[in-house]
T-cell receptor, first 111, second 112 residues
Framework: EDQVTQSPEALRLQEGESSSLNCSYT??????LFWYRQDPGKGPEFLFT???AGEEKEKERLKATLTKKESFLHITAPKPEDSATYLCAVQAWGNFNKFYFGSGTKLNVKP | DGGITQSPKYLFRKEGQNVTLSCEQNLNHDAMYWYRQDPGQGLRLIYYSQIVNDFQKGDIAEGYSVSREKKESFPLTVTSAQKNPTAFYLC???????????FGQGTRLTVV
């Protein structure tokens, strides 16, 4: 069964303290892995798509990487405005009508 | 601006009532989706549609219904058969190749 597990559930960082969020997935043929940012009471905002192992994408302080079993979202020198819930989703080749979402990592960056 | 518009932002439903959530997109996307989000859980797929006049049940379709009469619109009806409807509902769309999905701002439904 296709599934996505994100860890940790919550992460508290001091401003400037770099860290990584993990997304482990089990899927029968990965078509794409997606990272989103979600602010409280808002819809998810698209960040990155990764398609194959070894691929990396960067945007400001965020960098997403992908292996055959997991993806990491690295946050370098975070600022308080990076506080949000980060969601990971996967799409399988055999069933690309569906996006399977993890339950997210809630990030809190303190000044 | 191109995007997905959900309305209303907040909705209150009495026991036994049906309510309809609106979702409109001007991205010219073929595929549209409805998800439900509960605290501490991932998004769960309710219904999806790949083309006009066609839609498929997702993982938690019981108690919900949809229609897709226009490419731009994909309304969701929460029926009285849905036993626990209080949740945050998200509409999304993606292009024909079904790459990344883009989301609306959500509707928070509360049963009173």
């Amino acid at each position: 069964e296709d599934q996505v597990t994100q860890s940790p559930e919550a992460l508290r960082l001091q401003e400037g303290e770099s860290s990584s969020l993990n997304c482990s997935y089990t899927v029968s043929g990965l078509r794409g892995l997606f990272w989103y940012r979600q602010d409280p009471g808002k819809g998810p905002e698209f960040l990155f798509t990764l398609y194959s192992a070894g691929e990396e994408k960067e945007k400001e302080r965020l960098k997403a990487t992908l292996t055959k079993k997991e993806s990491f979202l690295h946050i370098t020198a975070p600022k308080p405005e990076d506080s949000a819930t980060y969601l990971c989703a996967v799409q399988a080749w055999g069933n690309f009508n569906k996006f399977y979402f993890g339950s997210g990592t809630k990030l809190n960056v303190k000044p | 601006d191109g995007g997905i518009t959900q309305s209303p932002k907040y909705l209150f439903r009495k026991e036994g009532q049906n309510v309809t959530l609106s979702c409109e997109q001007n991205l010219n996307h073929d595929a549209m989706y409805w998800y439900r989000q509960d605290p501490g859980q991932g998004l769960r797929l309710i219904y999806y549609s790949q083309i006009v006049n066609d839609f498929q049940k997702g993982d938690i379709a019981e108690g919900y219904s949809v229609s897709r009469e226009k490419k731009e619109s994909f309304p969701l009806t929460v029926t009285s058969a849905q036993k626990n409807p209080t949740a945050f509902y998200l509409c999304a769309s993606s292009n024909r190749t079904n790459t990344e999905a883009f989301f609306g701002q959500g509707t928070r439904l509360t049963v009173v």
